[in-house]
């Protein structure tokens, strides 16, 4: 049991595994559960519940937190898509945070020679047309125009308050300075003072 609290073990028997056989294991387990991710609509997996998802269906199992292995079990899968000729199925993968791909997916551009995506977004926009390539590829049910590319529903959702929030700030601004100016009101009279803001009644001069 301390040899399995440490590493990676086979359910069925208790017997412990090497991590690189356990990552391999792990690849065969995640490519179809991608593609049944892929056969969704704007369905998107996140990389707790694709890291629960393989150990479940490979019967390899570890306590070694996703984020020290999610990652090379994911550059195989992008190994793997690439050599089949499969859009890149590691689009479909996101935090559960922020509904990013995050840096990682640079290794989608760079096994497929395309130079990296500086911008976060940019890098965002590129996954968000992917995964429409891979649910065209893999039989999603797609609406009469073909589909179009979404970001994931978190960061969609992000984006959107965002967006809402600066235009909401932008009205505010442009309204206070359209606001027109309160006219001079004279102290003594309480009457309104002409552009020279001297009183017409007891020509008191009140400073702009």
């Not at 640079?106 to 395309?114: D, K, P, S």
């Not at 009205?171 to 206070?176: C, D, G, K, L, P």
Request: aromatic share 6%; hydrophobic share 45%.
């Amino acid at each position: 049991m301390a040899e399995q609290q440490r590493g990676y073990w086979r359910v069925s028997d208790g017997v412990v595994v090497g991590a690189t056989q356990a990552h391999i294991v792990w690849t065969r387990a995640a490519y179809p559960a991608l593609v049944e991710v892929a056969s969704r609509y704007h369905a998107v997996i996140t990389y707790a519940e694709l890291a629960e998802a393989v150990q479940e269906a490979s019967g390899v199992r570890t306590r070694v937190n996703q984020r020290h292995w999610i990652g090379k079990v994911l550059s195989l899968v992008i190994l793997e898509a690439h050599r089949r000729g499969d859009p890149p199925l590691t689009s479909l993968v996101v935090n559960a945070a922020d509904g990013k791909v995050g840096a990682g997916y640079q290794e989608v551009l760079a096994v497929a020679g395309q130079p990296p995506l500086a911008d976060e977004m940019d890098r965002e926009q590129h996954a968000a047309a992917a995964r429409l390539a891979c649910y065209r590829h893999f039989g999603a049910d797609l609406p009469a125009d073909g589909g179009t590319p979404a970001l994931a529903p978190r960061l969609r959702a992000s984006v959107q308050r965002k967006a809402t929030s600066s235009s909401a700030a932008a009205t505010s601004t442009t309204a206070a300075a359209a606001a027109p100016r309160p006219p001079a009101i004279c102290p003594t009279c309480f009457l309104e003072l002409p552009a020279t803001r001297v009183c017409d009644s007891c020509g008191e001069t009140i400073a702009p």
